[in-house]
């Protein structure tokens, strides 16, 4: 398949995935759902849209099937339709019987997984294969590995064919990650892992490795945790909540600004139930289309497994809704967030063309899809910035890189600077090439070659320029200084070039300047354009000779922030309207504020008993009576609105002084919001009120949601993951 154009030019690295999912004798019906689930998972989070993913099956070979069963080849994920697609074909895994192979061949798994690939693949792809098992290697009823063999002798003949191609797998640049839950080997995994291709994201970042769970349950997690690892993928919290029947749930999800592609992840086991979300100005989005916040295309929807794919997201927290229907089953439901970072390593080095023996300065710096610099440190830890000297006959030197502002750094405004010396041996061309890698980002690599002057140049310059602390308005500038030395014995002129990347256009209005033999200073203004919009600009100071520019003395990178100022005295033109306003507004909260005391509209019961909660919102958004039942039969206590001769009904009313809950015995508790009240049988309630979202005037049926319980009273103890 064709590969897509990435957005804007600037795209994140691909990788072609195998996922092997076990279908022997031994998995159970929810192991298999489970294992099901993970798979859809990790295939739909995948960010690139020229990525390929296949699913593949596996037990053993009877003499009558295979031991693999393909049930989605290889497919490359450029658009809903292929990633629903996955959606759908994951569901054909299936349970094996003993007549069709009931055993565990992972010899013929990992040679079908090797296949793919080696198929098409190209040098820029990461290569994973993810192996779920929940045994050991049984290949006892398999004549393929000797007829009127014992079962000992055949999986030893197994265990042969898989060393075989683990060497192929390394040597094909293929990583595994096994993971097992059950009564599995930790050994012979640990053997997949260490045997297949261990270079992935860069240092600091885990290898691949076997991990081992306790059940099923944990498989969705641990594999999410395997594919951030061997992606390159960022990942956020993986959250659980208890989703009741007919009730709704409210979870948040963190985009960091550094996501320029994102997946908002939703296991939520039955395609009934109806998932939003919110993007952090409080805004329902799309699941297909464009707005403000994004690009949006959703997978899953009537499966097991949602996940709503979003093209440079707003960062914030965002929201995730899902509401039940009242005859699904109480679950627990999984939300995370994956995401990663398109971006460009750009790769300076000051003085473009140095002597042999001259000391340099070099520049490293990550610009994201649309030339968005990026100059907040804190966005970048935990990844790595590395900058390797290369000449030819020479070894390569590695230089050591900071963004503290000390030494050759100016500032900690996302750019990592380090210093060396061209060695005195150097001829010709001296090749710099910055890496940017580790988790959440997709950088691609920067080449800078500069040419080795023969001795050392007749002019030198250097500059100090603006630094991310540096606050510009519009239509206004910045100061900078140069100082050069020239010691050509005559006049040079020389001439100021800028180049900005982000939001804001700069002109040097005196450009060109004559530097005498000797030593001369002289300083400039960096102009920044007035329709130029706000916020944190980059751009690199560029000294040319004016005769000749293709003769560039030196080169720097600066960082300001173009701010807008706001008026001195803001308030003066509308004091006048203010205050009239707030007189009419005295008179209208007259009128209504009793009422709105009175209204139970946005008020939701939650009932706890035995460690486990339910919740309840009001249903009449004009009343001021909020009558509700609780059923204590069930191990979780069940909520409901009062229908016609219930005769067992609590009623919860409210005023200025607070809440009132009169019990279906006739006593009447006083109550504050959010404080436990003991009502008899175990049971206790406590009345909240939700937030409401920027922009909700509670008026609309739609408006009003509840804040989710988290933590342990949220979800049933022992209750699984999924």
């Known amino acids: 398949m064709p590969r897509v154009a990435e957005q804007q030019g600037v795209g994140i690295k691909p990788v072609r995935m195998v996922i092997l999912v076990d279908e022997s004798g031994s998995i159970s019906a929810q192991d298999m759902a489970r294992e099901q689930d993970a798979a859809s998972l990790i295939s739909q989070a995948e960010l690139s849209p020229n990525s390929t993913v296949s699913v593949v099956g596996f037990a053993s070979d009877s003499g009558s099937k295979p031991a693999v069963d393909v049930v989605c080849p290889p497919l490359t994920l450029a658009g809903p339709a292929e990633r629903e697609r996955i959606a759908q074909c994951v569901g054909e895994l ?54 009127g063999k014992t079962a000992q002798q055949r999986n030893a003949a197994a265990h042969e064919v898989i060393r075989e191609n683990l060497v192929k797998a390394r040597d094909a640049h293929v990583q595994i990650w096994p993971l097992g839950f059950g009564n599995v080997d930790k050994s012979a995994l640990d053997e997949f892992a260490q045997g297949g291709f261990q270079n992935g994201c860069g240092p600091g970042v885990p290898q691949p490795s076997a991990t081992v769970v306790s059940g099923s349950a944990d498989v969705a997690a641990a594999l999410l945790r395997s594919f951030s690892s061997g992606s390159c993928t960022g990942t956020g919290p993986v959250t659980q909540n208890q989703l009741g029947s007919g009730a709704g749930l409210d979870v948040p999800v ?183 890698s580790g988790i959440g980002i997709s950088a691609a690599d920067a080449l800078a070659a500069v040419r080795v002057a023969p001795g050392v140049p007749v002019v030198l310059a250097t500059t100090t320029l603006p630094t991310i602390a540096t606050k510009v308005a519009p239509g206004q500038s910045a100061a900078a200084q140069v100082s050069v030395t020239n010691n050509s014995g005559q006049r040079r002129r020389l001439r100021i070039e800028v180049r900005t990347t982000g939001h804001a256009a700069i002109t040097v209005p005196d450009a060109v300047h004559d530097a005498d033999p000797g030593i001369s200073n002289f300083g400039f203004q960096l102009v920044v354009a007035g329709n130029s919009a706000d916020g944190v600009t980059t751009g690199t100071v560029r000294l040319v000779d004016d005769a000749d520019p293709a003769t560039v003395y030196h080169e720097r990178a600066f960082t300001l922030d173009v701010e807008r100022p706001g008026p001195p005295f803001p308030w003066l033109p509308v004091l006048g309207g203010l205050a009239l306003a707030l007189i009419l507004l005295a008179a209208v909260a007259a009128v209504v504020a009793r009422r709105r005391t009175q209204e139970v509209k946005d008020l939701t019961v939650q009932a706890v008993r035995n460690g486990h909660r339910t919740y309840l919102h009001a249903e009449d958004h004009n009343a001021v009576l909020f009558p509700f039942v609780v059923s204590t039969q069930t191990r979780v206590p069940e909520l409901h609105h009062t229908k016609p001769g219930d005769p067992d009904a609590f009623l919860l009313t409210r005023s200025r002084a607070g809440l009132r809950i009169r019990t279906p015995y006739g006593e009447t508790r006083q109550a504050q919001l959010d404080e436990e009240v003991e009502v008899g049988d175990g049971l206790t309630l406590v009345v909240t009120q939700p937030l409401i979202r920027a922009g909700d005037d509670g008026d609309d049926p739609g408006d009003d949601y509840a804040a989710t319980a988290s933590g342990p009273d949220a979800v049933a103890p022992g209750d699984p993951l999924l």
């Not at 007549?99 to 013929?108: L, N, P, Q, V």
């Not at 040098?123 to 006892?140: A, C, H, R, S, Y």
């Open 94 to 147: 299936r349970k094996r019987t003993t007549e069709e192979g009931a055993g565990t061949d992972h010899a013929e798994a990992l040679k079908q997984a090797l296949s793919y690939l080696d198929q098409g693949s190209s040098p820029d792809e990461q290569k994973m294969i993810f192996l779920l098992t929940d045994g050991v290697l049984d290949v006892g009823d398999s004549p393929r590995y000797g007829v």
């Open 254 to 436: 963190t985009v960091p600004a550094i996501a320029t592609d994102g997946s908002i992840v939703v296991v939520k086991h039955d395609g009934r139930v109806a998932v939003e979300y919110v993007d952090p100005q409080g805004t329902v989005v799309p699941k297909s289309g464009k707005t403000a916040s994004g690009q949006f295309s959703v997978s899953g929807e009537s499966g097991a497994v949602e996940v709503l794919h979003v093209v440079d997201p707003l960062p914030g927290t965002w929201h995730v809704r899902l509401t039940s229907l009242p005859d699904i089953p109480p679950q627990n439901v999984l939300t995370t967030v994956t995401w990663r970072g398109a971006a460009q390593a750009q790769l300076l080095v000051d003085p473009p063309s140095p002597a042999a023996g001259q000391e340099v300065t070099v520049s490293l710096q990550v610009v994201l899809r649309g030339g968005r610099p990026v100059t907040d440190p804190n966005l970048l830890q935990g990844l790595n910035f590395g900058v390797a000297m290369e000449s030819p006959k020479l070894p390569a030197q590695q230089l050591t890189l900071r963004d503290d502002g000390q030494g050759p750094d100016s500032a900690p405004d996302g750019t990592y600077s380090g210093r060396t010396t061209i060695p005195a041996a150097a001829a010709g061309q001296v090749t710099f090439h910055g890496t940017v």
